[in-house]
């Protein structure tokens, strides 16, 4: 079946970067949205950056110049660079896939797959 596996995530002291990995398989569509989530305790989860199957970049505005969403030829693993990262950037990272469909909306409830989640703790 169609999974997401993360890799990446950890601790760092605020200023520094960090490099977050999705890959995707057993998807059957040829077309599809991925994009990253995160969900700090208490709070909902939000989309940070997302790229459409014509590889158009969406970001939120808290971490337009910080973040950089890019998928692979293949067009099957994505990765976040964040860069500059803030104590309000800790939380539990996702990524998530909308498939089928190319284009990737704001809503959480409009992906229909999700990897298991990678922590990232900025300490100040």
């Known amino acids: 079946g169609q999974q997401l596996v993360e890799s990446g995530g950890g601790s760092v002291q605020a200023g520094g970067s960090l490099r977050l990995s999705c890959s995707a398989s057993?998807?059957?569509?040829?077309?599809?949205?991925m994009g990253w989530f995160r969900q700090a305790p208490g709070k909902e989860r939000e989309r940070v950056a997302a790229?459409?199957?014509?590889?158009?970049?969406r970001y939120e505005g808290t971490v337009e110049g910080r973040f950089t969403i890019s998928k692979d030829p293949a067009g099957n693993t994505i990765y976040l660079q964040m860069n500059s990262l803030k104590p309000e950037d800790t939380a539990m990272y996702y990524c998530?896939?909308?498939?089928?469909?190319?284009?990737?909306?704001?809503?959480?409830?409009?992906?229909?797959?999700w990897g298991q989640g990678t922590q990232v703790t900025v300490s100040s």
């Open positions: 998530a896939a909308r498939a089928p469909g190319g284009y990737c909306p704001r809503a959480v409830d409009r992906y229909n797959y």
């Open positions: 057993g998807f059957i569509y040829p077309n599809f949205c």
């Open positions: 790229v459409d199957d014509d590889g158009q970049t």
